[in-house]
Each structure stands twice: as C-alpha cells, then as structure tokens.
C-alpha cells in the first residue's frame, strides 16, 4: 500500500516497477538512459583499450620480417624474446636478466614511495587539524602531478650533472675530490625520479583510508593504555590497509611498464620491460613487441591479483 | 586542540617541508635556469640573466617547430578536457542505479588505468595499422593511413583520462544528498530540469576539477602518446626527444613555456571552483536563517 503511495508520487523511486512506466509512457525506460548514459564511456574503452589489447595477443602469435607484418600464425614473437634462456644456464638470458632489473627497481621505488607517501599521508590526516590547511597542503602536493612528467625529470639535470649543485657543492666543501658520475644518468637518478614522479599516487589513496579512521578508535587505544607506537601498528595501519595496497598496484604498475624515466634518467643505458617494448617497436618488430607486452601485461596481472587478494577495490572507492 | 602539538607533529612537518622541497626544489631551479644568459650554460650559477633563451624559442629558429606543436597540443588537450567532462559525468549518473554491464564499465575504467600506458599504445597503434592495410586492400590502395592526432591520439588519451574522471565522479556522488533530487521532483522537475538546475550546479566545482584533469593530463601526456600519436609529434613528445642531445637551456626554456600553460590552466581552475564554492557557501541555502 504505501508502495503505491510512494509512486504515485514519485514515480521511478522504485527502481524497475513496470506501473511508473506505464503511468507515464512519454518517460525513457530507466535502463535505457543508463545505456545512452554509461554508453559513450563504454564504446571508448571498447574501441582504445579493449580491442587493441586484443589485438596485442592476437599480433603476438603472427610472423614477421624485416619490414612488415605476416598474419599467419608463429611463436617467433616469444621465441626470439626467450632466446638462448635455456642454453645459457644457469646464467641469465637477456630477457630474464632485464626482469630482474625492472623488478629491482620496482622494489626499491615501491619501498621508498611508500615509507614517504604513508608518513605524508600521516601527517596530513592526523596531525593539520583546519580544514582549510589540509586542503591547501593537499594542493601543493597534487600541483606537480598536473604538470610535465619530463619536465620533473629534466630539472634534476642542473643538480646532479658533473658541474650540477650536488657535485660542486661536495667538491667545494673538500668532502669529494672529483665529482661523482653515479649521480645522474644511473640506476640511482632513476630512482630518485621515479620517487619523485609517483609519490603522489601513493600519498592519495593512503591519506584517503586515513581519513575515514574515526578519531574515537585513536582515542580509545590511547584510554586503554596504548603507546604511540602500538596505535600504530595495531590500529592506523590495519584500518590504512586497502589505501597502501592500492597506491603500491599503482607505483608498480606504473614503474613495471615505464620506458620515459628509465630511458630519459638511465641514459638510454638501462634495459626494463616497458624499455624492450619500444625498442622492438622502433625495429618494427611488432609480433616480438606484442609478445613482450603480453608477458609484461600477465606479470603485472599476477602482481595485482596478489595484492588484491589482500583487500577488495571495489569495496574501498 | 589546545594540549600544544605533540613532539611526532614537528618531526613529521619538517618531513613534509623536506618532502614539498623535494618536490618543487628541482622545477624551480630550471624555470631560473631558462632566463640564463645568452652565454650561459646547462648548469648554476647563472651566467647573467635574459629572456634570450625563451625569445629564441619564439622566434622559431630555435629546436624545435614550437608553434605547430603547441597548437597541436592545446587543439588536443581542450578536446580531450571537453570529451572527458562530457563522457564522465553522463556515466557517472549512469553509475547512480544498478544497470547491466556495470561492473564491465568499472573493470575497464580500472584496468586502463592501471595497465602499463606502453601496452595501451602499442595496442591502438596495431589496431590502426590492421585497419589501414584493410582499407588498402580492399578499397583504396592510396590510402595512406588512419592514425593521427584526433582519431587515435585522441583515443589513446582518453583511455588515460577517462578513468580518473569516473573517479571523481563517485567521489562526488559519495557524498551527494540525493533528498535533493527527491525534491525537485516532488516539486514536479523533469529528469533533465532536476539535473540542469539541483544536481549539475551542486557538483560544477568538481565537474571543473575533472576538466583540470582532463586537460592537464592530455597537455603532459608521453607514454600512450608515443607509438599512437601517427606522424606529427605533441609537444611533451618533441621535448622528450630533445634530452637525449642538450647543450643549451633552451630545452629549460621549452621546459618553461609548456609549465606555464599548466600553471595559468591551474590558476583558472582552482580559482574558478574556489569562486563557485564561495558562491555557493552564500547563496546555496537559506536553512536556519529565519524566514524574514
């Protein structure tokens, strides 16, 4: 009874009844806006993202050669990636050597973004109580992500070059006496950019599970005696969880596939995943290149199915 | 809130000032760097300070093509901000009730997000490759080829936008009182009079933050660029390949230039959804203010 009520009154409050239709037949069936609606977005992802993934596994079993694309089925993609890793044991195969590489640096980038990002999300959440404060400190640390990513990397140039600050300050100071090469163009420049660069998509998601900690849990750990320390590690970080899983897919994810850093910061010296990838597109390769995405893509995959096993990403957006 | 900061609260915020340093410490030092000299190098101290490097730039006779570039960019990145406003708001009303294919939409929205942006690229430019050797075989054997800057550069560019503006669009409607819409429809609104004028003005400062998104992602963007972009290059893409051969700040300069568009595109958003929010803080309701 007072479901015909509510109707009549508001017709679509209850989602899918057959009578609001019919009570007002000029009215587009609820599930056909949400069509029209979620539509677009869809067919975009459809169209660039979807099927050129497919596209990826499909190319990576076809032949090729010097110059152009065989659509007939081959493994060379795979095989020529894997060359010589069963002959060369037990010492490693290019491929397996630049993997080891790519998850290194995944490791280091990881531990270091999410030291920085947590202790930033930390101090942003728990200790700038004004609203207003936290709004603009929030601000000052988003700024950068909306600016140039090879800009951000270029600008470590004059500080870590040969004559860079870095190096003429040591060498002034006496502390050096010549100036050291291992700061830039190196696995270390590499590093500090990727930190640099992708701090930012951990602090988000860290300070977002933080803030919706409620203040009284603190306080009650506090009243049953707790120390800071314990608070800590038995009720902030438990309760911060699905925010520190999400922003480490993320830093992965990203450092996993990045060939722009690696490449602009190594000094087009260092071999990693998303770098094989480019190289095999500038030789035309594209069958080879495909096979080195479809590894890429099932490593990452397995990275993230790991992780999310730890939480539910649906539940925490 | 008055037992005085504890000791952690001054440790903390000297790392947060060390890490807002870190930062923009290295920026700031090429926007100085970019008014060298005429005789000056890569590198401090500064060898006198003069806007040679940036008119040089200007002039076009300098690295690269820069204004074909920067128009390229600027055309590309307002498109994109228009089509992932457009796109995320519409499905993020759709996301408001159950419909099918939902959770798809979801998934993918993620997904391109968070597959590794080279994949992406390569992908969409096999796609055109496979599209234009169709088109040559079997109905234009001049055609030259399909990619380019508005059909798969755009599209590579939207797979980067597009999920960070569904983001903000749950964000938004997390904390949304849909009693509001209730009632305007009580009130005897339409669907499109309830969305024009209750729900649209409620959520245009975040709708703003979207198209600040939308645009400064695409004006940055490089790695979905790179294999998908076709035959001319974006301006982040023309940059890139300049690292590999500096000698003159002029890439600073560059550098600079391509900063402030971001920074004046910052400036106009955030002060736009600043204004609007103070407007709506005055004007939005009139509850417990009395009736005369």
Request: glycine share 8%; proline share 4%.
């Amino acid at each position: 009874m007072s479901e015909e009520v509510l109707q009549q009154a508001s017709p679509g409050l209850i989602p899918g009844s057959g009578t609001a239709r019919a009570a007002k037949p000029t009215r587009l069936s609820p599930s056909f806006v949400s069509w029209l609606q979620a539509g677009p977005m869809m067919l975009v992802f459809l169209a660039f993202f979807l099927i050129p993934l497919v596209f990826v596994v499909i190319v990576s079993f076809w032949d090729y050669n010097e110059y152009q694309l065989l659509p007939a089925f081959s493994g060379r993609g795979y095989t020529d990636t894997f060359e010589g890793c069963i002959a060369q044991l037990p010492d490693l195969c290019t491929i397996g050597r630049t993997y080891v590489m790519t998850l290194k640096l995944c490791f280091l980038v990881w531990a270091i973004t999410l030291f920085i990002g947590f202790w930033v999300a930390y101090f942003l959440a728990f200790h700038v109580k004004s609203k207003t404060w936290q709004m603009g400190l929030s601000l000052l640390c988003t700024i950068p992500f909306w600016t140039s990513n090879v800009i951000r990397m270029i600008a470590w140039i004059p500080l870590l070059g040969r004559n860079g600050l870095v190096n003429s300050g040591l060498v002034k100071t006496g502390l050096i006496n010549h100036p050291l090469e291992w700061l830039l163009f190196s696995e270390f420049s590499v590093v500090l950019a990727l930190v640099h660069l992708f701090t930012f998509f951990m602090v988000v998601p860290i300070f977002n599970s933080m803030i919706r900690i409620d203040k009284s849990l603190i306080e009650a750990a506090y009243d049953a005696g707790a120390t800071g320390f314990q608070t800590l590690v038995n009720v902030i970080i438990p309760l911060a969880k699905p925010g520190i899983v999400i922003g480490s897919i993320f830093v992965i994810t990203i450092v996993m596939g990045d060939f722009i850093t690696i490449g602009v910061m190594g000094g087009q010296q260092i071999a990693a995943a998303g770098k094989i990838i480019e190289t095999r597109v500038n030789a035309l390769q594209f069958p080879a290149a495909a096979a080195n995405a479809v590894i890429l893509l099932a490593i990452t995959f397995l990275i993230i199915t790991m992780m999310s096993r730890i939480v539910d990403i649906k539940k925490e957006l | 809130m008055k037992e005085g900061r504890p000791r952690s609260f001054y440790v903390l915020a000297i790392f947060f000032a060390a890490y807002v340093l870190f930062l923009y410490g290295p920026m700031i030092a090429i926007y100085v760097l970019s008014f060298q000299g005429p005789q000056g190098g890569l590198t401090f101290p500064m060898n006198g300070v003069s806007t040679f490097w940036i008119a040089k730039l200007f002039q076009g006779t300098g690295i690269v093509d820069l204004g074909a570039a920067f128009r390229r960019s600027l055309l590309l990145g307002v498109i994109v901000m228009i089509v992932t406003v457009v796109l995320s708001v519409a499905a993020g009303m759709a996301f408001r009730r159950k419909f099918r294919a939902q959770s798809i939409l979801f998934y993918s929205a993620i997904a391109s997000l968070i597959v590794p942006s080279i994949i992406t690229s390569l992908g969409i430019s096999l796609e055109f490759r496979i599209i234009d050797d169709l088109i040559k075989a079997h109905w234009n054997e001049n055609f030259e080829t399909s990619m380019g800057l508005l059909t798969s550069g755009l599209g590579a560019h939207l797979t980067w936008t597009l999920p960070f503006g569904l983001l903000i669009m749950f964000a938004i409607f997390n904390r949304f009182d849909p009693r509001l819409e209730e009632a305007a429809r009580d009130l005897g609104a339409t669907p499109w009079q309830t969305f024009r004028h209750v729900v649209l003005p409620i959520i245009l400062p975040s709708v703003i933050g979207i198209g600040l998104f939308g645009f400064t992602l695409s004006w940055d963007e490089l790695a979905r660029s790179s294999q998908a972009i076709g035959a001319v290059n974006t301006l982040p893409l023309d940059l890139q390949g300049l690292t590999t051969t500096v000698t003159n700040p002029d890439i600073y300069a560059l550098g600079t230039v391509i900063s402030a568009v971001s920074f004046t595109v910052i400036t106009l958003a955030l002060g736009t959804i600043h204004m609007l929010n103070k407007r709506q803080a005055a004007k939005g309701s009139d509850a417990g203010k009395g009736l005369v």
